[in-house]
């Protein structure tokens, strides 16, 4: 049940950010389809509800990775921010240190490989041309730069972190190209095609 209680806290921080990516999404929509008419493309109503998922996905990443551990939007908007926002935080080069902590080792691993499961999933799926060397490069980009930051935000570089959060993008990769094999046709509906041939 403490878990339920951590995981819904997180999906709180992160709805702040989820409800801007989406406002912006909506915003940039009527461009992207004068853009893809333009080139004769057209996208699917399913691909836009997967590209929106996956824009909104992004946004509450934002705030859950990129801000210091004890903010939260919701209650800065209300009562304002009295702590620094940038200060110095604590780096960890030695792997397995994380996850050997106490008895939430499973949480915490497969928090950090589910979390990061859409960075290989989404762009497999919406993206032609996707490899795993494109999951492997945008997973280690993506958390590298996060780690980074996170330093500068008073939490901490952790290696356990980056080749955890890498795993979940090769992680969602791997779980594409699955359903890829299972049914390809479907999957190929979210992608952009010739605008005469898609219904």
Do not use: H
Not at 52 to 59: D, E, H, K
Not at 75 to 97: C, K, M, T, Y
Not at 146 to 153: N, S, Y
């Amino acid at each position: 049940m403490r878990y339920v209680w951590i995981t819904a806290d997180y999906l709180r921080k992160m709805l702040p950010g989820i409800l801007a990516a989406l406002v912006v999404y909506g915003c940039l929509y009527p461009w992207r389809c004068r853009r893809l008419q333009t080139a004769g493309l057209v996208s699917l109503r399913r691909r836009e509800i997967a590209l929106m998922l996956f824009w909104m996905f992004c946004g509450g990443m934002v705030l859950l990775t990129l801000t210091p551990r004890e903010f939260d939007l919701t209650a800065v908007l209300r009562w304002g921010w009295a702590g620094p926002f940038f200060r110095l935080g604590d780096v960890n080069l030695i792997p397995f240190q994380t996850v050997r902590l106490n008895g939430m080792l499973l949480y915490i691993l497969l928090g950090n490989i589910l979390m990061f499961l859409p960075f290989g999933f989404f762009p497999a799926l919406l993206w032609r041309g996707s490899t795993w060397k494109c999951a492997l490069v945008t997973g280690l980009c993506v958390t590298g730069f996060i780690e980074c930051w996170q330093l500068l935000v008073g939490r901490a570089f952790d290696i356990d972190d980056l080749w955890l959060n890498t795993l979940g993008a090769m992680t969602g990769f791997w779980l594409l190209r699955l359903l890829e094999r299972l049914a390809p046709a479907r999957v190929e509906t979210f992608r952009v095609g010739p605008y005469d041939t898609r219904k």
